[in-house]
């Protein structure tokens, strides 16, 4: 098949969720109880705020993975004609990499990879 | 109609020259897709189920229990009874969640997971789109499953499911590039992206035997990434049951919860399919260098057999880590990604290059 047919697919999987639920919400039995709709955490009602500001350390692994993400992006169309390009790209890739590993080493001395 | 259990491409060239000789080629068309959505969504059900309920067997095996046994023969029918409980609970929207976000996660999850099995290679020739990208593909794809999970762990508006998206995001996201590192290590050997190609690199000894030991490194890293990716213990503490109550899907009922279980199976069955076509040959028989007669014997195996066993042995492999090792908390699974496996990861991918320049693999 073609590659359009990709599409295909992406409709299957919405017309099996959307079919389930739409099922769900009309054929099981259905009672009201306003408790029934808090949400659930630990019995007694919730305190405070959920949607409030959140760990840094989160953030930085997320930067972190941006950066070696597009290094990877980098390195797919270099690992498939490696073949052809021989020794002088090995180089290159080296040159490539020690400067990531120096980023890397870098956030390692910063403690950027610690979490607290 | 021509049936080759060896090569589907005569089954399927067959169906297509059957519709064609009555319908127009719109028809064929519709035909074709209706065909193949009908055939995908049967073998997710179908193998989904089967997946649940030798999770709870094997769990059952290590715990020397017996596991279900109640509905049907051995429990066969349990998984299929749970589902039709599932089916009939009722939906509940908690009524501080965010409900169109809420509503959509259960949709992102399946559909990341149904684009995925696009580009699996069931057997020769049953593979509904041979993407010349196809491992970057498959690896794009399924990376994007990680938006359902914080989707569903934000919107939810409960402290439980917000933790465990986070920390859910934050392992799939870190080990994303060890998967995606040792699928660089296994291009560089095949040097080829396209999943057909790369099997058919194969046909003289499974790249894990051929790549000498970067591509066993990359097979192991590539293991405990994949299991990671999936949520899957030791690295389950997304959904730590025992603080988290259920992380991220804390508050889905119902059928939607069934969903994000059914697309964690799925997502198993990826990553093992890839395992397989990358590191142990895909639906390739089994050869031993000039010994013929073994490998006429092994040659006599359908190859969709082959794929299945090879899929269903590292599924078997990353379900024994699960019931075997204790989980591990958020600072060891970083630390691992960060300061062993990347590394690691990148040293191996500049040996592997050097053992393909100097055509030091067999």
Redesign the interface.
Known sequence: MASESLILFFITAVVLVGSALIFSSIVPPRSNNPAKFEPYECGIETYGETWLQYTVGYYIFAILFLIFDVEAVFLFPWATIIREAGMTAFIEILIFFTILGLGLFYAWKKHALKWE | MAFDIYDFTSLTSSIHEGLATFLPPVGVLIA??LL??IS??LF?AVFGLILVYLERKVCALFQQRLGPMRVGKWGLLQTIADFIKL??????????ADKFLY?LA??IV??V???A??AIPFAKGLQ??D?D?GV?YVSSVSSLGVIGVLLAG?S?????S?IGA?RS??QI??Y??SV??SL?TM??LA???QISEIIQAQSTGWFIFTGHIPAVIAFIVFLIAGTAETNRGPFDLAEAESEL?AGFH??YS???FA?FFLAEYVNLFIVSAMATVLFLGGWMPFHVGSLDGFNAVMDFIPPIFWFFGKVMFVIFLIMWFKWTFPRLR??QI??LE??YL??VN?LN??LM??I??MGWHF
């Open positions: 074709e897709w193949v959505g995908v969504l997710v089916l009939m609970k009722e939906l509940i929207t908690p009524n501080k509503n259960p949709f399946i559909i997971t149904f684009m099995i696009a509904a789109i993407f990208i970057l934000w939810s508006n409960n402290k439980y917000l986070m995001g934050a996201i870190s994303e590039l995606g590192m660089i291009i560089i040097g080829s992206m109550t804390t508050e119902g059928i939607k969903f958020i600072d970083l630390t960060w300061k990347l590394p990148l991918i500049l290059t050097l393909v320049l």
